[in-house]
């Protein structure tokens, strides 16, 4: 046994946290502010309650989140287990019964020896030993204060205003260039648009629906971070002279300045994933794939990652945490789950488990590990430390974080290779490290 593992937060990474740690061995003290203390979204006292959807995601040997969920049964993930014992049919995805999901969870975590759950809200960080910080995207104000404090209020995000980001292989290159304003560097993906294919952009624009928030999560929105569609409804110029403005962009091919320009920024180091610049948005999934699909060269552009804007609290992951999850000015305190910077259910248990797994070799005295690149749960925390720190927006898992595939071969095949890849190469991992496996 070694030194106390603490872990706030018992949702999703939280509860995940607490038993990766404890079946090390170590003692776990997991704090959880229900029911003492509430969020807006939560409904229960339960551990790993569910806030919205009952889907961990799309399974199948094709799925990023299928290969996320391969991996997490494999490492003998306890949310795993739970909504494997709760599942409902959902066809082609991973659902679950919420009550059972976290009746399982919270049996789980209550039923281990060596954790202690203590319900209270913590506002300042314990000073001893061990931390994994999982407090989730409902962070409670107190320790939201505190965490500025220590880390910097520049460090902390209470939004998201992200632009969906799309795969660099679904770009269509003979359409789009490489180009800044005024300069040829390679740091933008420009899709030019002649007058025409602007006015089809914009009634697309215009009559694609929003998604509804709840009341709380309403936000007042500053001049420099408002909503695509909102521009939209502003008038027929106001994205021009907004974020689709082609001022200084010249087509090297017919060497004039287009009507309009829709830009593209890197996310990742590799290039693999790049964001619409200026197109944060709140429109319905289905709606935004069409907006999307309707700029020249991105009529196949697949969309790893949606925009949402919503109330969020998360950590500029890529200026303060290491790929192990630790903070890198006080590396005993680790992050996970939605304050870490990812998105998704999934994803905050899995980012849980190696935070938990990392913080029990601490508290014994080794040395922390980072699953392999060509795996799901490699390439998240890869992202997380390695993306654009500019406007960092968190993440799920998809297959722009993992290497391509180097053949050129039919899609499906190709995510099949990644998949197999993927799950080899973290049991290999699993094995090495000595993290229990389960069969395969
Ligand atoms: C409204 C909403 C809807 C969402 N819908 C979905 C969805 O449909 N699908 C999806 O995949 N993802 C969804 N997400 C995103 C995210 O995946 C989930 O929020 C997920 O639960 C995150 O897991 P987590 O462990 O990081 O946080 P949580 O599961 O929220 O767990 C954090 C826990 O920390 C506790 N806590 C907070 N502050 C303190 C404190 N100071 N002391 C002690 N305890 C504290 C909270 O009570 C909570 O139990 C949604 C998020 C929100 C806000």
Redesign the pocket.
């Known amino acids: 046994m070694g030194t106390r593992v603490h872990v706030?937060?018992?949702?999703?990474?939280?509860s995940e946290a607490a038993l990766a740690a404890a079946r090390e061995g170590v003692p776990v003290r997991l704090?959880?502010?229900?029911p003492a203390k509430?969020?807006p979204?939560?409904r229960t006292d339960k551990l790993?309650?569910?806030?919205?959807?009952t889907?961990?995601g799309a399974e199948g040997e094709t799925s990023a989140k299928g290969l996320l969920q391969a991996e997490m049964r494999a490492a003998n993930s306890a949310v795993m287990a739970a909504a494997d014992a709760a599942r409902v049919p959902a066809g082609g995805a991973l659902a679950v019964d919420r009550e059972e999901f976290a009746e399982g969870v919270t049996r789980a975590v209550l039923s281990h020896p060596l954790i202690e759950v203590v319900r209270?809200?913590?506002?300042a960080l314990p000073e001893e030993g061990p931390v994994v910080l999982?407090?989730?995207?409902?962070?409670?104000d107190?320790?939201a204060e505190h965490l500025k404090a220590r880390f910097g209020d520049h460090f902390l995000a209470f939004y998201d205003a992200a632009a969906p980001v799309v795969l660099f292989e679904s770009i269509d290159m003979e359409k789009c260039f490489f180009a800044g304003r005024y300069d040829q560097s390679p740091d933008y993906i420009n899709c030019p648009m002649t007058e025409e294919e602007y006015r089809r952009f914009y009634e697309v624009l215009t009559r694609a629906r929003r998604h509804t928030p709840?009341e709380w999560?309403k936000l007042e929105f500053f001049e420099g971070c408002i909503p695509i569609e909102e521009l939209g409804r502003r008038g027929y110029q106001t994205p021009l002279f907004g974020p689709m403005k082609p001022v200084g962009i010249f087509d090297p091919r017919t060497k004039e300045m287009p009507f309009a320009v829709v830009q593209l920024r890197r996310e990742d180091k590799a290039g693999r994933m790049w964001s619409l610049v200026g197109f944060q948005t709140g429109l319905k999934w289905g709606d935004q794939k069409e907006l999307v699909r309707s700029i020249p060269g991105l009529e196949h552009a697949e969309i790893v990652r949606y925009g949402v804007m919503?109330?969020?609290t998360y950590l500029n992951a890529p200026r303060l945490l290491a790929e192990t999850l630790q903070f890198k000015e006080e590396p005993r305190v680790l992050a996970?789950?939605?304050?870490a910077g990812v998105?998704?259910?999934?994803?905050?248990a899995a980012t849980?488990w190696l935070a938990g797994k990392n913080a029990a070799r601490l508290a014994q005295g080794g040395s922390p590990a980072v699953p392999p690149d060509v795996s799901m749960l490699g390439g998240l925390v890869r992202f997380l430390a390695g993306a654009n720190p500019e406007n960092f927006q968190p993440m799920n898992a998809n297959w722009g974080l993992v290497p391509a595939w180097p053949e050129r071969l039919p899609k499906k095949e190709r995510r099949r290779r990644m998949f197999a890849r993927g799950l080899s190469a973290f049991r290999d991992w699993l094995r090495r490290e000595g993290f229990a496996l389960t069969a395969a």
Do not use: D, F, K, Q
């Open positions: 706030i937060g018992g949702g999703l990474a939280g704090y959880e502010m229900r509430t969020t979204a939560h790993a309650e569910l806030v919205c959807s889907s961990l209270e809200e913590v506002t999982a407090t989730g995207p409902l962070t409670s107190a320790l709840h999560e919503h109330r969020n996970a789950g939605v304050l998105e998704g259910y999934l994803e905050s849980g």
